[in-house]
Each structure stands twice: as C-alpha cells, then as structure tokens.
C-alpha cells in the first residue's frame, strides 16, 4: 500500500472514532492521566495534544498508557516537532497549515499528517500535495460552517475536521455536513475544570460531546 492509502485509512480511522476531538493544551504533566482517562471515559477516545507548552510531549506520552486513548500531537510546525512527536507515541499528527516541507515530512513518516487549511487555494494545494483528510482552522472566524458547507461542494473528495471557536452549541451543525467527519474543539475540558482536577465535569462534557453524532 502506497503512504498516502495508508495514512488516509489511518486518518479515517482517528476521525471516524469520536464525533469531537478534544484540543488540549497542557499546563502540568500531572493533570495528563486524569485528564486523559476522563475524556477517554466520557466517549472522546481521540485526544490532540498541542505541541505548545513544555509539558506537552510528556504528557502525550503519558496519555498514550490510557486503554482506548488514540492521541495524537497538535500545532506541529516542523519535521523536528514532528519526529518529537512520534518519538512521543503520536499516532497521528495535525498542523495548522501546510508548506512545502511538512508536506515532505509526512510523507516520508508512516504516522499521518492532517493538515490545516481555511481557504480554496490552501485546499487545492493541499490536494495537489496528497491530503485529502484536512483541518479546517481557524473554523469559526475563518467563515464558520457556511464556508466550509462551500467548501464540501467543490472539493467533493475531502473530508474535513473543522476547529477553532467550535462550541457544543455550533458542533451540532457542523456534524449535520456529510463530508465533516468529526470536529476539534476545547469546550469539553475548561481550563478552569483542569486547574481544579474537576475530572467529573470534564468526563459530563465529554459524554454530552461523544453524543452528538448525527445518525447517518
Ligand atoms: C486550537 O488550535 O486551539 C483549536 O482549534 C481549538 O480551538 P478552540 O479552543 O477555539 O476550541
């Protein structure tokens, strides 16, 4: 099988795996297991782990030791965050955008890149470079699901995860569009739940997240 079947059979599987992607960014290499299993247990079995703090690579690879977690590594910029993030235990990696060299990067590596675009070029050039599994970011202010909704019309062959400013109010809608397989957000984890170990809140809000996919 050539890279790019394999790393869209994988990301079929990361995205298809839970209606929300929780987007974590970690403060403290503590809260990585709790945090990790409450979601887990909620129903939200991915888990994207922002490459943004110095607690992050450690605390994805605490995460990965949750029976059930799939976790990936987030905001990676470079072939070096990249590697780091393997090396981490990420089975899948997102970008916020796309160049020509994370591109290279991805497919030289067997873990999948899914990477963020916001506009038609940016989607055309992804395409061209091989990804058809993209992020759409930042979703809310880059036109929200009217845009994307455009979006799924012309590039028939995509499939999308949206993030950025998704709400459990606007997940809904979003997940209502065919092509829009799953969406990345924070809502289910605030950062004040995580600060006070609230992991029983955090779990209601995944439970309330897992269960918003539409019946197809
Ligand atoms: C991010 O990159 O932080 C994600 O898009 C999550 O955004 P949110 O915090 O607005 O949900």
Not at 41 to 65: D, H, I, K, N
Not at 141 to 154: F, R
Not at 179 to 186: A, E, H, W, Y
Request: contains cysteine; aromatic residues 4%; hydrophobic residues 50%.
């Amino acid at each position: 099988m050539n890279t790019e079947l394999l790393h869209n059979q994988i990301l079929d599987e990361v995205m298809g795996a839970a209606p929300v992607i929780p987007v974590i960014v970690i403060d403290r290499l503590e809260d990585a297991l709790p945090l990790a299993r409450a979601l887990v247990a909620g129903g939200l079995r991915v888990l994207e782990v922002t490459l943004r703090t110095p607690a992050a690579l450690g605390a994805l690879r605490a995460m990965c030791s949750v029976p059930g977690a799939i976790v990936g590594a987030g905001t990676v910029l470079d072939a070096a965050q990249y590697d780091a993030a393997i090396r981490a235990g990420a089975q899948f990696v997102v970008s916020p955008g796309l160049t020509e060299r994370l591109a290279m990067a991805a497919r030289q590596r067997l873990v999948p890149l899914l990477p963020g675009t916001a506009t038609a070029s940016e989607v055309m050039r992804a395409r061209e470079a091989g990804f058809t599994r993209l992020k759409f970011f930042p979703a809310e202010s880059a036109g929200g699901v009217g845009a994307l909704k455009s979006l799924c019309s012309v590039f028939r062959d995509v499939r999308f995860c949206p993030t950025g400013g998704i709400t459990a109010a606007s997940a809904r809608a979003y997940l209502a569009v065919p092509q829009i397989v799953c969406v990345g957000g924070s809502w289910p984890m605030p950062a004040e739940s995580i600060a006070s170990g609230d992991w029983s809140r955090i779990e209601a809000l995944a439970r309330e997240a897992s269960a918003l996919r539409l019946p197809r």
